[in-house]
């Protein structure tokens, strides 16, 4: 299994951004996608999810302002984030397993992650 995230970078208080996840290599017909972040000196936390394609979830500080989807024809998840914050600022981490989960110990496939600031 194998996923790759692009689309991080800087961006100013206010603006947007879109995250892509490339999966390959999932055997599951119907695998829960997640997106997590992690600030430095922070753990780990679940932003959102998604579930055969389109049941979704989102953490209450991210409700309104970011929107996951999911391209099946592409095997790629995306998170468009809007109306950025400064706190916002983390590394962002595609996950993916048979289940939705927001503990990250119990995710078995992960990608490297890609870097969002907000300034």
């Known amino acids: 299994v194998q996923l790759v995230e692009s689309g991080g970078g800087s961006v100013q208080a206010g603006g947007s951004l879109r995250l892509s996840c490339a999966a390959s290599?999932?055997?599951?017909?119907?695998?829960?996608i997640a997106w997590f972040r992690q600030a430095p000196g922070k753990e780990r936390e679940l932003v959102a999810n998604?579930?055969?394609?389109?049941?979704?979830y989102y953490t209450d500080s991210v409700k309104g302002r970011f929107t996951i989807s999911q391209d099946n024809a592409k095997d790629t998840v995306y998170l468009q984030m809007n109306s950025l914050k400064p706190e916002d600022t983390a590394m962002y981490y595609c996950a993916a397993d048979s289940f939705c989960s927001a503990v990250p110990a119990g995710i078995r496939y992960w990608g490297q992650g890609t870097q969002v600031t907000v300034s």
């Open positions: 290599g999932l055997t599951d017909s119907s695998p829960c």
């Open positions: 998604i579930y055969t394609g389109h049941v979704t």
